[in-house]
Nanobody, 124 residues
Framework: QVQLVESGGGLVQAGGSLRLSCVAS????????MGWFRQAPGKEREFVAA????????YYADSVKGRFTISRDNAKNTVNLSMNSLKPEDTAVYYC?????????????????WGQGTQVTVSS
């Protein structure tokens, strides 16, 4: 059973930065595609960013491109999401997701494993 634990959420002013981390309890973390999704109150969960398992290719939602950066540290079983120039509309619960050797469609929420989420609140 894969467990994902997110951390790093909090309250920040607009224009500020936060760094989310997600630690996965797996043996071969490098074989997992990792994604970040978010869900704001009253809205559906949406894709934020993803990193592939094979070539560390990265993918971003248009709304965060240029502001957010996803990265992974396979030695630490960790995926990070660095968020800069935060906006009030970035306020949401952010979820980490993992899928073993996911080949494509990283923006779809068809991941096998999900974390509990971490709250990010951006004040105006």
């Amino acid at each position: 059973q894969v467990q994902l634990v997110e951390s790093g959420g909090g309250l920040v002013q607009a224009g500020g930065s936060l760094r989310l981390s997600c630690v996965a309890s797996v043996r071969t973390f490098s074989n997992y595609a990792m994604g970040w999704f978010r869900q704001a109150p009253g809205k559906e969960r949406e894709f934020v960013a993803a990193i592939s398992w094979r070539y560390d290719s990265t993918y971003y939602a248009d709304s965060v491109k240029g502001r957010f950066t996803i990265s992974r540290d396979n030695a630490k079983n960790t995926v990070n999401l660095s968020m800069n120039s935060l906006k009030p509309e970035d306020t949401a619960v952010y979820y980490c997701a993992a899928d073993y050797r996911k080949p494509s469609d990283y923006h779809l929420d068809e991941y096998n494993y999900w974390g509990q989420g971490t709250q990010v609140t951006v004040s105006s």
